[in-house]
């Protein structure tokens, strides 16, 4: 993964300069594949046998960890560019971005997020010597924004933004006309700050005389800054030491009952799975349950008796409120070894719909969070980033590092067809919504075949012996009648690792 820090991308014309680079630098036979470098392999049969001692191997583990905490912790001073035609869709919200108003709107939408990246120098991971996931961990980190996303909407009021997010001054994007790889003379280009560390000063173009900070202080409404103190709380959650419920070492412990353990690749799938075990076992969430659609299937019953209460404990006139709110996970595969071309139009009508918390996948040997689009480029949170780790035990520890400044994008052809999508539903005329919303955007596509589908019924219906989001061993991998043609297309999807 040739991957730098938040501030590191720079796009001219909507190309990527840092992708140009890569596209031109020779890749390592046999070394990369799935979403992160080859981690130290387990010991070799024949090493054991000769006697080579444990302690080497902790070594090579301690080496690779100072070798990625170096590469993945350097940063490039760069832009990203939009242009002030075409909206930019945020999970759901759109933004034109041709006035200050909307570009400070879509500023803060991104910002707002949870961004969860490379830590280094946490407590060690139970049976490894691992104290940094640099390298192995970029598909846990994008699950874990995946279900942040997804706690932010139930957990926070509508459309919260981080009241401190104009801390974040050096805002790395700017504006410019569509096709137009340099400013146009007499159109004020709004611009957030110079790059972080940059000693070119930078050309400020006409704007508002009104002080930055009043203009950015009047989107701050008194209802977001009440939900701060929740926004910590969560953010605790995902802390990087052994008992938080959402933490990495957390994620790699439920990994292990998967056959999984530090230092391994973790593919969208298997991450879906983890998350859902790791919401059914904690106690800091009550209503809240995460379902696994199983072969590209959501099975409507399975869902409702995932959210609804035992017999008994339902009031007869009050369905939304005993409905636990849900977050449904659905793997899936969008083509071959790439990306067919046929199915951009339905991601892009998905990551435009409320419901939708985002999606997880990337590109080959690099997991992406992907949170919207413009034109044919993908909007995304990038975990490759390493930062040292933050003590969230501590009162009022910083939240900065936990939120991105710099969008980056990159186009959809790039896109690893494998992937999982997250939806919400608060209750269950919300999933009665989503179904029907989901259902129409997934008939956007000109594929035979969508994407997934919703089917009434319970799963076992269908002739499979266990609930996917019940089940404690490994998802079954059989199709309602009449697909049994996709299994072969898709059985195999679960690590996506191509060498």
Known sequence: ?????????????????????????????????????RPPQSPDPSKEASGEPEEIDKLKAKLMSAWNNVKYGWTVKSKTSFNKISPVTVLGHAYLLNSEDQVERFRLAFVSRLWLTYRREFPQLEGSSWTTDCGWGCMLRSGQMLLAQGLLVHLMPQDWTWPDAQQLTDVDFEVLRINSPVRVAGVPIPSFGSPRGSGTPEKTPQRDPTPKSSQKKKFESPRDR????????????????????????????????????????????????????????????????????????VYKEDVAHLCEPPLGHSPPDSDNQTWKSVIILVPVRLGGEALNPSYIECVKNILKLECCIGIIGGKPKHSLYFVGFQDEQLLYLDPHYCQPVVDVTQVNFPLESFHCSSPKKMPFTRMDPSCTIGFYARNKKDFESLCSAVSLALSSSTERYPIFTFVEGESHDYGLEAHSSNHTGPAPHILPPGKAARVNNRQNSDEFVFL
Not at 10 to 37: D, H, I, K, W
Not at 255 to 273: L, M, N, Q, T
Request: aromatic fraction near 8%; include cysteine; hydrophobic fraction near 40%.
């Open 1 to 37: 993964m040739n991957s730098v820090s938040p501030n590191a991308v720079q796009y001219t014309g909507g190309v990527m300069l840092n992708e140009l680079t890569e596209s031109r630098r020779p890749q390592a036979p046999a070394q990369q594949g799935g979403f992160g470098l």
């Open 226 to 297: 009440q939900a701060e103190p929740v926004h910590q709380k969560l953010l605790t959650w995902f802390g990087d030491q052994p008992p938080t419920p959402f933490g990495v070492h957390q994620l790699v412990a439920i990994g292990r009952s998967s056959g999984k353990k530090a230092g391994d690749w973790y593919g969208p799938s298997i991450v879906a799975h983890i998350l859902r075990k790791a919401v059914a076992n904690t106690t800091v969430l009550h209503n809240l349950a995460v379902y696994v659609a199983q072969d590209c299937t």
